[in-house]
């Protein structure tokens, strides 16, 4: 799998299995319109998706160009045997390889990174659980949503671990939350070191052999084939083209596998079902970490937890060059859904992702213009000094205790805005994230609300501040 062949040969079928057709036809229209018209909306080139309903893959489709015209090359059209990055949805599979080594008894999470890295800062105060649930203050080695010139070039795993692992810690272990690519490759690293084995061969006999993932490909060693998704970026509005590479090393561990959209939906299936770790560890895997405050972070190992409508979900997107993907599972209603994107930096996959769950859930979903009137009436109320109380946590509220003052004064003498639109979407923390821009006539200010809203509705953030 790691170093296998090109997908299918110049010439043959699509490999049998991976094109799905058995959702009603009404629904399966919905389904493509959506898709459609988010690509269509975000110029984002092509889209992989798979649905899972009843614990059963039930569709699997593509939309659009999995790999651009280049020269003599026409453009190829993506199928749903094509094969993508999935970028930090790999992390899952890798906080899944530590606990099955804590199932054979070779460590626990609640060991010390010193046991193996002692070199690492702090690391004897540092336990695998943090590096985990993104708990241990390393900082992030690849923040950024493109690829630096450094990055184009070859690395090591050990030389990513050396680098940002002694570096000071950004906050003690325990006390915050703070996504950090670089605690998963350390965890990658410390796979390897208890095993005796490449984390990509332990993955393979340990997970994507035993769920028939025969198409899982590792794209930190070998670059994808003619016949895979071509990763592409956009210039601020310009159209899409080809991406740069990560250099070799860089993804591992934190986002290195790829495949297609049909086999990241078998392993949804096995997290549904529990079929591939002890209850015990499923229970680990899942339950969100909490710091040593008590506050929630939402985050367990690799997953983000949340709710919506009443209806728990384990959930993440991923990134790397030339790709977005998103995955969403609903253990107990037996649903998932995954959406792969061969456009960095873009909002197709999560844009998908959040307009098919409450389709596939038949729960109602908040319009953009809902959220758009709630954020205005709150900042005309905010202009005046005044909120309604009951529509944020009590965090929320506490903030306002402080912050109301400093807001009226200083929002009060911008008058009536003459728009409040919203301009982002995602999912973050197991809340949904939204941001606004605000204009007012006669004036070239401009400001930005931000929210988090949590699942039953109640805004944990309201936030104000100039626009960049």
């Known amino acids: 799998m790691a170093a296998g062949p090109a997908l299918w040969a110049q010439g043959d079928q699509e490999p049998a299995g991976l094109r799905v057709d058995a959702i009603p036809a009404a629904l399966q229209q919905k389904i493509v319109q959506t898709s459609r018209q988010v690509l269509a909306e975000t110029g984002v080139p092509s889209a992989s998706v798979a649905i899972v309903r009843d614990g059963r893959i039930e569709y699997t489709q593509a939309y659009g160009v999995g790999r651009l015209a280049t020269g003599a090359h026409p453009a190829v059209m993506a199928a749903p045997a094509t094969r993508y990055s999935i970028g930090s949805i790999s992390k899952q599979f890798t906080a899944s390889a530590i606990l099955m080594l804590e199932q054979q008894g070779k460590l626990t999470l609640d060991d010390p990174v010193s046991q193996w890295l002692p070199q690492l800062t702090d690391a004897k105060d540092v336990t695998l659980r943090e590096l ?205 859904i995954v959406v792969l994107t061969n456009e960095i930096a873009s909002r197709a996959a999560g844009g998908i992702t959040r307009d098919l769950a409450p389709l596939l859930l038949g729960v109602t979903k908040q319009s953009a213009t809902g959220a758009q009137t709630q954020a205005l009436q709150i900042f005309r109320g905010l202009q005046k000094g005044k909120i309604d109380r009951s529509l944020f946590t009590p965090w929320c509220n506490a903030y306002f205790d402080r912050a109301l003052d400093d807001f009226h004064a200083s929002l009060a003498p911008l008058g009536k805005p003459a728009s409040l639109k919203q301009v982002e979407e995602s999912l973050r923390g197991g809340m949904t994230f939204r941001a606004f821009k605000v204009t007012f006539p006669n004036s070239s200010r401009v400001l930005t609300v931000t929210t988090y809203t949590e699942p039953d509705g109640k805004l944990e953030q309201y936030l104000v501040m100039p626009s960049s």
């Open 132 to 336: 985990l649930s993104h708990t241990s203050g390393y900082q992030d080695f690849w923040p950024e949503d493109y690829v630096m010139p450094p990055m184009m070039l070859p690395t090591t795993a050990q030389h990513i671990v050396d680098t940002w692992g002694e570096k000071p810690l950004d906050f003690p272990p325990g006390t915050q939350w703070q996504y950090s690519n670089t605690n998963y490759v350390i965890a990658g690293r410390i796979v390897e070191l208890v095993s005796g084995e490449p984390l990509m061969q332990f993955l393979e006999q340990h997970i994507f052999e035993p769920l028939h993932m025969e198409q899982v490909w590792d794209s930190d060693t070998s670059q994808l084939g003619p016949h895979d998704a071509e990763g592409t970026v956009g210039y601020a509005l310009g159209p899409p083209r080809p991406a740069p590479n990560e250099g070799q090393g860089w993804m591992f561990a934190a986002g290195e596998l790829a495949m297609p959209a049909y086999d990241l939906a078998q392993w949804d299936i096995s997290v549904m079902d529990r079929t591939l770790l002890t209850a015990q560890s499923y229970e680990e895997l899942e339950a969100p970490v909490l710091l040593k405050d008590g506050t929630n972070t939402h985050y367990a190992l690799g997953l983000e937890v949340g709710s919506l409508d009443g209806h728990a979900y384990l959930a993440h997107s991923g990134e790397v060059s030339g790709f977005v993907a998103e995955n969403m599972v609903f253990p107990k209603d037996k649903l998932a």
